[in-house]
């Protein structure tokens, strides 16, 4: 049995080491000079691999079909994967919400774990080589690929491509096309967990202001789409860190379907209106003598105060005891819903992974064969899954990797 896996990203070497494992003859064509390129920028160069949540939970932080990944998820779960970086050297540490990182914190570590545990398994591991076929028997069976312009003859082939995001990382798509050459239905690739443009230009004036603490809540034709609590960044285009790449695969859709996503900002979500008020009502009462633009220090991060104050209309210059009602509804108001007009996403290029991608009913979920081509497979960000930041996106590659690898190796 010959196994060929395209593509050296984790979901591809998982594929491959199993399938070497299971006794098949395997090839994993990379066509970047080195393995796992993307794998060694995750969890900003710290690899959050995994996250320690129970499978049910799991599974609900996957916005992109999450119900798919059921089996997979079951069949190699964030535990066999701990044990499994264990085993290969690698010890993991839980972190704050549940995110799994290496002990090292280096995911080039896992990188190199992996790379040698091929070696070790006896794959052949083609490095430079881009696969730009598929070639498929008339009959629909899978009996090699072009790789680096030479047939490679195989039983099975694995598909692990990736996605269309960071494409300098060698995710430039590629996946999607030989898929469609070969009958797939792909659902059109699209950013998600992507950083998103606002039509407001002043958050250019913020650009770097990093926000803990806030709420994001995106709104479209008034409906509460996503809601979601942490941090953020404002950027010269827009809004970007956790909780708004969190949310925008929301707005994204929103956008896709011509509507308007409305991001609004809670600054102060642990207090009520109220307590909020008696808060305004007590920084001004200390600070009766100054002017409005000099009464927020205690509330505010100094570089938001200025945006504030222009965005609740109210004069900088004003002296505090001349605050009337109405203009601390106007600051209670911008303070608790500062409202974002969100114009576009970024790019697919800035998105941390690629939503949509090989449709999943053309997939069989328990073993991740095509339904169309006999003896070809699919693992990874290649398939129309996506995940939320924490860890979900490398379990769902290593996941789908195990099962596929297995499969294609012991294949009838
Ligand atoms: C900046 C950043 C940070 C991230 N951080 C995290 C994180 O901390 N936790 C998390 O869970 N997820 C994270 N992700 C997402 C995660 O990295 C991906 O979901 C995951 O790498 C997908 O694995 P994959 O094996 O399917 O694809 P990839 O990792 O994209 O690997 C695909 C491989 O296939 C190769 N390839 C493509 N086409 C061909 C071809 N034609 N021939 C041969 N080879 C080919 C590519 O060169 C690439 O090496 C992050 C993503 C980014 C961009």
């Not at 129970?54 to 066999?80: A, C, M, V, W």
């Amino acid at each position: 049995m010959h196994v060929v896996v395209i593509g050296g990203g984790p979901a591809g070497m998982m594929a491959a080491g199993q399938a070497a494992l299971a006794g098949a003859d395997v090839t994993l064509c990379e066509k970047n000079q080195r393995l796992g390129k993307k794998l060694a920028i995750t969890g900003k160069g710290r690899g959050n691999v995994t996250n320690a949540a129970e499978i049910k939970e799991l599974i609900q932080q996957y916005p992109g079909n999450g119900s798919f990944l059921y089996g997979p998820l079951y069949r190699f779960t964030n535990d066999d994967l701990r044990q499994f970086l264990l085993d290969l050297g690698v010890p993991t540490v839980v972190e704050r919400g549940g995110r799994v990182f290496p002990q090292s914190q280096k995911a080039q570590d896992v990188v190199e774990a992996l790379s040698r545990w091929l070696r070790k398994v006896g794959v052949k591991v083609l490095l430079g080589k881009q696969v730009t076929r598929l070639l498929v028997t008339e009959r629909g069976m899978i009996e090699g690929v072009i790789c680096a312009g030479e047939k490679l003859a195989a039983d099975a082939v694995v598909l692990a491509t990736g996605g269309a995001s960071y494409p300098a990382t060698g995710s430039t798509g590629d996946g999607y096309r030989l898929a469609q050459e070969v009958g797939h239905t792909i659902v059109t690739p699209r950013p998600a967990l992507v950083p998103l443009e606002t039509k407001e230009s002043w958050v250019r004036e913020l650009t770097g202001v990093a926000l803990k603490n806030v709420t994001a809540t995106l709104t479209v034709e008034g409906r509460v789409v996503a809601e979601e609590f942490g941090e953020m960044l404002f950027t010269h285009y827009g809004v970007s860190g956790p909780i708004i790449l969190t949310i925008s695969r929301a707005a994204v859709e929103a956008l896709m379907k011509k509507k308007k996503p409305m991001l609004h900002l809670n600054l102060k979500p642990a207090l009520t209106r109220e307590q909020l008020d008696a808060r305004l009502l007590r920084d001004f009462k200390k600070n009766i003598r100054k002017q409005f633009k000099n009464s927020l220090n205690d509330l505010l991060p100094q570089r938001l105060i200025e945006t504030i104050i222009m965005l609740s209309g109210i004069s900088p210059d004003l002296p505090v005891h001349q605050i009337s009602k109405d203009q601390r509804e106007a600051l209670l108001t911008t303070l608790t819903d500062l409202r974002l007009q969100i114009k576009s996403p970024r790019s697919l290029r800035e998105a941390i992974v690629t939503a949509g991608g090989v449709a999943v009913k053309e997939i069989h979920p328990t073993n991740m064969a095509s339904k169309l081509v006999g003896g070809l497979y699919f693992a990874g960000e290649v398939i129309d899954i996506d995940g939320n930041t924490g860890g979900y996106n490398l379990q769902a590659a290593f996941s789908t990797g195990f099962v596929a690898g297995l499969s294609a190796a012991l294949q009838a």
